[in-house]
């Protein structure tokens, strides 16, 4: 008994220790990501006036990614994909650790509309199957390692270990729930990726990450209107599944042209940016400015700019440009909250929370991982209003000709 509960401490301590790793990881990434962007987007364009300058920067930037696409395929994963190759393979790759990195890194600064948790989640988990490699005296639990890296890099990425738990368990129709001991492995490195996280954040600097709202305050007839906010929102994701299809359908026929794709979506995201730069980037600090410059909007533009960014996020997936679709898809919902609160006259609050939770559930169909995701920008008595919209829009039927 003694030798099991040591086992299970030396597995705990193993979790810790490889969570304070992807911390760092992740912090340096961001760190990385965040410093480029202010040198291309802020930097340059203040001391250099460029005409047509982020049709030119995305460009430039499809250049990079098509020559990277061309002679190493498409990468790096989605988070479905690293998932699917770990469950099937009982591994994943490592060997271009590299170029993933700088993969998962190009369309991050040169303005895609893509978030870094795709990119990150593959890297993490073949640096956890290199360890398992390379580290056999710790015996069989760094065969547990990509997992917890999975469930780690979700919390950290995204400053929530409920969701880093969750999430792969929402994703995966077979999973298992784990024992007690990995469960605290798993909890204890996203709580020491995320300490270390934001140590070396406050320290070294870090990106401002997603904005808190605040409470909602709203009179009792203002409930009525959570019906229309949730059908609207609704159509958003269904019109997101449309943008997929369609998208997908356009680079299939281009087939493994990769290089050309690349540079399509690079000239289509650059004209659209020049016009939309709020609907460019993941969406962390636009959202953020969009919550301070909303009222200044006319309303049926705040109904246009959700739209142009699910079709933006599914054109940079498709076309080469290959990241998360989490962080953007938040947005979308956040501005179609504020254009339903501004047409409605309701609390903004309560129409982004339930705006942000149609949306994303309609496109994830993970309800519950979704509540837990949008803590991070809600408070604890939004919840409410969050897991109801996240529970009707997981029950909506999807069209048979969208799934």
Same mark, same amino acid.
């Given at each position: 008994?003694?030798? $099991? ?6 597995? /705990?301590?193993? =979790? ?25 987007? +802020? ?14 920067? *995305? ?36 060997? #271009? ?13 040169? &303005? ?15 640096? *956890? ?41 929402? #994703? ?42 605040? $409470? ?20 958003? &994701? ?14 299939? $026929? ?49 109904? /246009? ?8 996020? #599914? ?21 179609? =909250?504020?254009? *339903? ?5 309701? +609390? ?14 309609? /496109? ?12 991070? *920008? ?26």
């Amino acid at each position: 008994m003694k030798t $099991k509960n040591n086992n299970r401490f030396v597995f /705990i301590l193993l =979790g810790a220790a490889a969570g304070a790793v992807i911390g760092g990881i992740i912090w340096a990434f961001m760190r990385v990501m965040h410093l480029l962007i202010e040198l291309l987007w +802020d930097y340059i364009p203040g001391v250099a006036h460029i005409p047509g300058y982020t049709i030119l920067l *995305c460009l430039l930037g499809g250049i990079i990614i098509g020559i990277i696409q061309k002679k190493y395929g498409p990468c790096p994963d989605d988070l479905h994909q690293v998932m699917a190759k770990y469950k099937r393979d009982g591994r994943y790759p490592y060997h #271009n650790i590299l170029i993933m990195l700088i993969a998962a890194l190009m369309p991050l600064i040169f &303005g895609g509309a893509i978030g870094p948790e795709a990119g990150l989640t593959g890297v993490i988990v073949g640096l *956890c199957c290199w360890a398992g490699d390379n580290f056999k005296y710790a015996g069989k639990y760094m065969s547990e390692l990509p997992e917890i890296g999975i469930s780690a890099t979700l919390g950290i990425v995204f400053r929530s270990p409920l969701f880093g738990f969750i999430e792969p368990i929402e #994703n995966d129709d077979d999973f298992v729930l784990p024992k007690a001991s990995k469960t605290t492995a798993i909890f204890c490195a996203v709580l020491a990726g995320f300490g270390i996280f934001m140590l070396l954040g406050k320290f070294f600097g870090s990106g401002a990450g997603m904005p808190r709202f605040e $409470k909602v305050s709203i009179e009792r007839g203002e409930l009525l209107f959570a019906v229309p906010v949730l059908a609207i929102s609704v159509v958003l &994701g269904y019109v997101y599944m449309i943008f997929d299809k369609l998208t997908q359908a356009a680079a299939k $026929k281009l087939g493994e042209r990769y290089f050309i794709t690349a540079v399509i979506a690079a000239l289509v995201l650059g004209i659209i940016g020049s016009v939309f730069p709020i609907a460019m980037f993941s969406g962390e600090e636009e959202i953020r400015k969009l919550t301070e410059t909303y009222t200044q909007y006319p309303v049926y533009l705040l109904f /246009i700019i959700p739209v142009i960014k699910v079709f933006l996020i #599914n054109m940079c997936i498709r076309f080469g440009w290959r990241g998360g679709s989490f962080f953007p898809s938040i947005f979308a919902g956040v501005c179609l =909250g504020y254009a *339903c609160s501004a047409a409605f006259g309701i +609390d903004p609050v309560f129409a982004v929370s339930i705006s942000a939770a149609a949306v994303m559930t309609t /496109i994830m169909r993970k309800p519950l991982a979704v509540a837990l995701l949008l803590l991070l *920008c809600f408070p604890v008595n939004n919840l409410i209003y969050i897991l109801a919209a996240a529970f009707l829009a997981s029950i909506l039927p999807v069209p048979k000709s969208l799934k």
